[in-house]
């Protein structure tokens, strides 16, 4: 088994916040925290959004990086977050669908300790390799058949989404075998491939995209349902493979603390929808590499949460990849 350690002071008793919740208060500044650190994919569309989020409710959106834990430490700190509407969180698949699969005593619950706000789109995820390692997808599954456990790959960590993402491909493509190599960031396993010590990652195309385009590493696919607009000759998986169905994308959203009112809810999920209505933002987050998907009713939201956590667990469960 696959155990990956958190440091124990990230576990706290989980403290349930105040039943009552102000409104959220006109000019006062917002935290926006992100679980993870600077620079990565879901920092660069938290900025992004937190700045056009500012203009549309007059009052300061300030991120604030809470990185551990595979992005449960800052995740816990939203949880515990006083209820007045001034502290958000900015969360990924990684937290809000993954984690409860992968701790035995799981310290939050996404579906029951957060409110949701609106989803707000996802990175493409993308699967690459150096340029003489395979032309396309199926000459990589091909490679990897042949020779069960010689190609390595490189992902952001153990039980992150990149990681899954690659196990979900090796399990869709007829059980092939390559060595999963993980990294601490998406920035160390691009520099060893680059370097020639691994054959594949799995990335997201808003961080591969510029050695792609440089020719130092070659994007086969893409695992949305279309092709991304930034990579119109790169096909999907589904495509490439014929996998009807075949998806995997770095999904976003903005949670609240349990109890906070629902007009200062509304409030931030109207200024979400309306900043992401932006042509200028829309164009902007594209070209970044990112689909946005702005669903504000927090229903619809715990209903796809509920959904992924059942479409990954038997993903997790074959990997063995344990949190403690």
Aim: proline share 9%; aromatic share 4%; charged share 20%.
């Amino acid at each position: 088994m696959n155990r990956t350690k958190w440091p124990r002071r990230a576990l706290p008793a989980l403290a349930m916040p105040a039943l009552a919740s102000p409104a959220l208060a006109q000019g006062a500044g917002i935290r926006m925290l992100v679980p993870f650190p600077p620079g990565g994919a879901t920092d660069v569309f938290a900025r992004r959004l937190a700045g056009r989020m500012a203009a549309a409710l007059g009052q300061p959106v300030v991120v604030e990086n809470r990185a551990g834990a595979a992005g449960a430490i800052g995740t816990l700190e939203a949880v515990r977050a006083r209820p007045d509407g001034q502290t958000i969180l900015f969360a990924t698949a990684s937290t809000l669908g993954l984690y409860p699969l992968m701790v035995d005593r799981p310290v939050f619950d996404p579906l029951v300790d957060l409110t949701p706000v609106s989803l707000v789109g996802a990175a493409t995820v993308a699967f690459a390799v150096r340029p003489e390692v395979a032309r396309d997808l199926p000459a990589l599954v091909a490679a990897a058949r042949a020779r069960p456990g010689a190609l390595k790959y490189g992902s952001p960590g153990s039980g992150s989404y990149l990681h899954l993402s690659m196990e979900l491909l090796k399990r869709e493509a007829g059980g092939i075998d390559m060595l999963h190599v993980p990294y601490r960031g998406s920035a160390p396993a691009m520099t060893d491939l680059l370097g020639g010590h691994l054959d594949a990652i799995t990335d997201t195309v808003a961080t591969a995209i510029e050695n792609h385009r440089a020719g130092r590493v070659r994007i086969l696919a893409v695992a949305t349902r279309a092709r991304s607009p930034l990579l119109p000759e790169i096909p999907t998986v589904a495509e490439a493979l014929n996998l009807p169905g075949f998806e995997a994308a770095v999904w976003m959203a903005v949670m609240l603390p349990l109890g906070v009112a629902e007009p200062a809810r509304a409030r931030l999920a109207q200024s979400i929808a309306t900043a992401l209505a932006e042509p200028a933002t829309l164009a902007e987050l594209e070209q970044a590499g990112f689909v946005l998907d702005a669903r504000g009713n927090p229903d619809e939201v715990r209903g796809f949460m509920a959904a992924e956590q059942q479409k990954w667990r038997p993903v997790v469960a074959a990997t063995g990849v344990r949190l403690e």
